[in-house]
């Protein structure tokens, strides 16, 4: 099946510190999700994205819809210690059909 | 509070046991489904229900099954459990069925021995 690729996989850094990741595929989308997972709980939307290009804001987190309708990059600014958990992508398929979830990224942020 | 809730939060059981993991939902929701998490492949919806008696194979059906016989409920059935669905499961529910609208569960650690 279609799959999505998350980069990293797992990041350390220093709480303060800006955080860049990234979902890519072989395949074009036409709608773009990112989802934060904390420990114990299930995924909560964090930003949509429908339009190639795209830019949209929630806080401190920033997502874009690439270009290409490929991939699509989340970055958090100023990282502190509740941005913990696992950030994943999610993506529909041109055809409008099932979304596809990536693996997701799993983030650490030190005191 | 709008939630979805599942039990149990965490199970062990052996090959073969039947088993059933509830999903309740508080918010009126016509859709609900179900998916299963495993590491380094992320989410995989296993079935769906659009409304109540309707419920449709998801991307990995197979050794489950599920009914939705009142709109708040729908459980999730495991008739006999194989090690190869030891995994995360995760219960959601929205309004109208669109992904970016759907309210998860905590999730239900399985281990099947």
Same mark, same amino acid.
């Given at each position: 099946? %279609?799959?999505?690729?998350? /980069? &990293? %996989? /797992? *990041?350390? $850094?220093?709480?303060?510190? +800006?955080?860049? *990741?990234?979902?890519?595929? /072989?395949? $074009? ?5 990112? @989802?934060?997972?904390?420990? #114990? ?17 929630? #806080?401190?987190?920033?997502? %874009?819809?690439? $270009? ?12 502190? &210690? /509740? +941005?913990?958990? $696992? @950030? ?6 041109? +055809? ?6 990536? &693996? ?6 030190? &005191? | 509070? =709008? ?48 409304? !109540? ?12 099954? !599920? ?24 219960? =959601?529910?929205?309004?109208?069925? =669109? ?12 281990? !099947?021995?």
């Amino acid at each position: 099946g %279609q799959q999505l690729n998350q /980069s &990293p %996989q /797992s *990041m350390f $850094i220093q709480e303060g510190e +800006d955080v860049s *990741m990234n979902c890519t595929s /072989s395949s $074009i989308f036409n709608t773009w999700l990112w @989802y934060k997972q904390d420990p #114990g709980e299930g995924p909560v939307l964090l930003i949509a994205l429908y339009k190639a290009g795209e830019l949209t804001s929630n #806080g401190r987190l920033t997502a %874009q819809f690439g $270009i290409t309708r490929k991939d699509s990059f989340l970055n958090i600014s100023a990282s502190i &210690p /509740s +941005d913990v958990g $696992i @950030y994943f992508c999610a993506g529909q398929l041109l +055809d409008g059909q099932n979304f596809v979830f990536g &693996p997701g990224t799993r983030l650490s942020v030190l &005191p | 509070e =709008a939630q979805v809730t599942q039990n149990p939060r965490y199970l062990i059981t052996v090959t073969g046991k039947k088993l059933t993991v509830t999903c309740s939902q508080n918010m009126n929701h016509e859709y609900m489904s179900w998916y299963r998490q495993d590491p380094g492949l992320g989410l995989r919806q296993i079935y769906y229900s659009m409304n !109540v008696e309707v419920t449709d194979k998801g991307d990995v059906p197979e050794g489950y099954k !599920v009914s939705r016989k009142e709109k708040r409920n729908f459980p999730l059935i495991l008739e006999s459990p194989s090690p190869n669905q030891t995994s995360l499961y995760f219960c =959601a529910s929205s309004l109208s069925g =669109a992904v970016e609208t759907q309210y998860f569960g905590p999730g239900t650690r399985l281990l !099947v021995l």
